[in-house]
């Protein structure tokens, strides 16, 4: 990084805060080639049933073309009372890599998309596939964001190391000394295979991975922000690469567990925008 660029000095929280606090979070990409859209709308509304049952509230982080084509569904996770927040434009994987201006528009434009859908401006904000760089930060402040959630505490996954916290809890994200007034949610991992904490991999790996993930992070009174796809939780044998489609079929059953698990050892669940405004009260 050169010596203008935004460095990311993390300001950790007041442990007073940093309970046993579950942030349940959906990622709702755009259909593509291999994933017909009516299994984006039927994951959400299995998903909303199974949040319904566990009474508990998630974020769903929406593209502004997802806001678009799928007006009635998304309307129905703001009726439900979950927190819509931005995933971007058109979910582009380098739409928050690419220079400030350009990224001040973008996030501008997706804004006004998902505002004009939903009735209220997002809050909230994370990267197409994790990837973004300094500029995005900011162009997220000078659009009025509270928060962020694109960090992912994994050497294997994502393109940002260098934005590693040393421990995955929320950080306020500063440039040189001075506080910048973004707060970064970062995308919990299971420390003994440090992979994200999330759908795809809890398919991968297993229920009992994604528990013991879970509950070191419990332990260590670090907030547990778990992410995962609609297409996670819909049967299908078919996808560009295998691990697309592996353990669709059971995945909701093991979100289910996850869920109860979490939920006996103690966490609260909370939606993003909840946790932010806890650090709020706490700094």
């Not at 460095?7 to 994933?35: E, G, H, N, W």
């Not at 502004?64 to 009372?81: C, L």
């Not at 421990?167 to 001075?178: A, D, L, N």
Request: aromatic share 14%; glycine share 4%.
């Amino acid at each position: 990084m050169s010596n203008d660029s935004i460095l990311a000095m993390y300001s950790f929280l007041d442990v007073r805060y940093m309970k046993q606090y579950f942030i349940m979070t959906i990622d709702v990409d755009p259909p593509i080639s291999t994933i017909p859209s009516f299994i984006i709308s039927q994951g959400i509304i299995k998903l909303l049933k199974l949040f319904y049952e566990h009474a508990i509230k998630a974020t769903f982080f929406v593209p502004a073309v997802v806001a678009e084509k799928f007006p009635a569904t998304i309307m129905e996770i703001v009726k439900q009372g979950h927190e819509i927040a931005c995933h971007g434009l058109k979910h582009d994987p380098y739409e928050a890599t690419t220079s400030l201006n350009k990224q001040i528009q973008l996030i501008k434009t997706a804004t006004k998309i998902i505002r004009s859908m939903v009735g209220f401006r997002p809050v909230g904000f994370r990267a197409p596939l994790f990837r973004f760089n300094e500029n995005c930060w900011i162009a997220l402040k000078k659009n009025g964001y509270i928060y962020d959630s694109s960090v992912v505490c994994s050497p294997f996954y994502g393109n940002h190391r260098t934005f590693f916290p040393a421990k995955p809890i929320p950080f306020q994200v500063s440039k040189t000394s001075k506080d910048y007034g973004l707060l970064e949610i970062p995308v919990s991992v299971n420390p003994f295979l440090p992979f994200p904490l999330g759908g795809t991999w809890m398919r991968i790996f297993g229920l009992k991975w994604s528990k013991i993930g879970v509950k070191m992070n419990l332990i260590s009174q670090t907030p547990v922000v778990f992410y995962i796809h609609p297409k996670d939780v819909i049967p299908r044998a078919y996808g560009r690469k295998w691990y697309y489609y592996r353990n669709t079929v059971n995945c909701l059953k093991m979100l289910r567990e996850i869920i109860k698990y979490a939920k006996q050892n103690g966490a609260k669940f909370l939606r993003a925008i909840e946790l932010a405004n806890l650090e709020e009260k706490c700094s």
